[in-house]
């Protein structure tokens, strides 16, 4: 069975930090690049960040762009992200799928439940 399991969410004040992992059971994530998703309530699913199989390469939505860091340990076969300066707009279901590249399309069978980020005071 092909899953994806995130973790490491949680209730955290504005400023504060969080770390997420997706680890991956069923299959093996060095070749694929794996990005991480969010949706809020009443709003549609945005990517967030994506980095390459290899972890050369690494891309960030504007709205994150200087606060998260995407990571990779193969060897773990597990992503990070690492959310740093989290704002109230940050809170959201965070979820990872899996790309052939970060520039092409999720591939539909890899999904996992979702980890519930919540940025209040």
């Known amino acids: 069975q092909l899953q994806l399991v995130e973790s490491g969410g949680g209730l955290v004040q504005p400023g504060g930090s969080l770390r997420l992992s997706c680890a991956a059971s069923?299959?093996?994530?060095?070749?694929?690049?794996i990005g991480w998703l969010r949706q809020a309530p009443g709003k549609e699913r945005e990517g967030v960040s994506c980095?390459?199989?290899?972890?050369?390469?690494?891309k960030y939505a504007d709205s994150v762009k200087g606060r998260f860091i995407i990571s990779r340990d193969n060897a773990k076969n597990t992503v990070y992200l690492q959310l740093n300066s989290l704002k109230p707009e940050d809170t959201a279901v965070y979820y990872c799928?899996?790309?052939?590249?970060?520039?092409?399309?999720?591939?539909?069978?890899?999904w996992g439940q979702g980890t519930q980020v919540t940025v209040s005071s």
């Open positions: 980095i390459s199989s290899r972890g050369g390469s690494t």
């Open positions: 069923g299959f093996t994530l060095d070749y694929y690049a």
């Open positions: 799928a899996v790309y052939y590249y970060c520039s092409g399309p999720r591939l539909p069978n890899y």
